[in-house]
Structure formats: C-alpha cells, structure tokens
C-alpha cells in the first residue's frame, strides 16, 4: 500500500552517454543533480542511472545516488525502475527505491522501500516524487 509522500525534487540531467550498441540492444548512463525536500529537509540529490531499451520499446533501468543537506546530513540510495518513453521527447520512469543512512535526521529511511515517479524532459528538465511503500 502506498504511505506518505517522502520527497520531491527537482533539477538537470547533467550528463548521458552510451554505454553499448551491441546487437541493437542500447544501453545508456545517465546522471542528474536536483534540490528538493526528503522527510521535510531541504536536500541536493545527485544520481546517475543505465538504462536499457527492451524490444517492447520500453526501458530497464538501475541506479544509486546520494542525498544531502547542506549541513552535510548524508543518505545513499540505490533504485530500480521500467521507463516508458513521453510525448515530450523524455522518460517517465516508476519503480522502487532503497536508502541507506547513519544520519538521525534520515534514520526512519533506513529498512524502509519507497516507490518514485521520475520524470525527464527532452531538453534536459527532472523532476520526481517519493512515497513509502508499506
């Protein structure tokens, strides 16, 4: 069941490149850097993601980032996700995430899966939003 909205953010994709072509079977890195709010702080996200095109035409995607205040309150995460291409030339990306912290303010996210919706722009633009997932 989904539970309560953890986050949001918002920001750039900062970088993307190809990985492989091998056989017609794409697979690509991309990373981002975003600002937001993670169980009410105000947080800068960073995070690089590989994606794989399936023959359905949609994506495969797995990726792992770190979360920070600016007081230097730290939480690593790791994600996984299936993407499904958008009219505006971008990736709507739904999946699960997975965080690990020692930081009190970030404790409660420790053993706790979430789900996201992360959404990109043709021209570069990400946002998303974070549930628990009970």
Sequence with gaps: M?????GTISGEMTGLRVL???GGHAVTESSFTA??????E??????T????LRP???LYGEGQGITMTQAGAT???HGTGVGHF???GGVNWRGAIFYETAAAAFARLNGTAAVFEFDTEEGGKVSGAIFEWK
């Design 56 to 58: 359905d035409g949609t």
């Design 86 to 88: 958008n009219e505006s």
């Design 2 to 6: 989904l539970g309560e909205q953890l």
């Design 35 to 40: 600002t937001g709010t993670l169980l009410g």
């Design 20 to 22: 492989s072509a091998d």
């Design 42 to 47: 105000a947080v800068k996200d960073m995070g």
């Design 49 to 52: 993601y590989e994606s794989a």
């Design 75 to 77: 939480v690593t995460w």
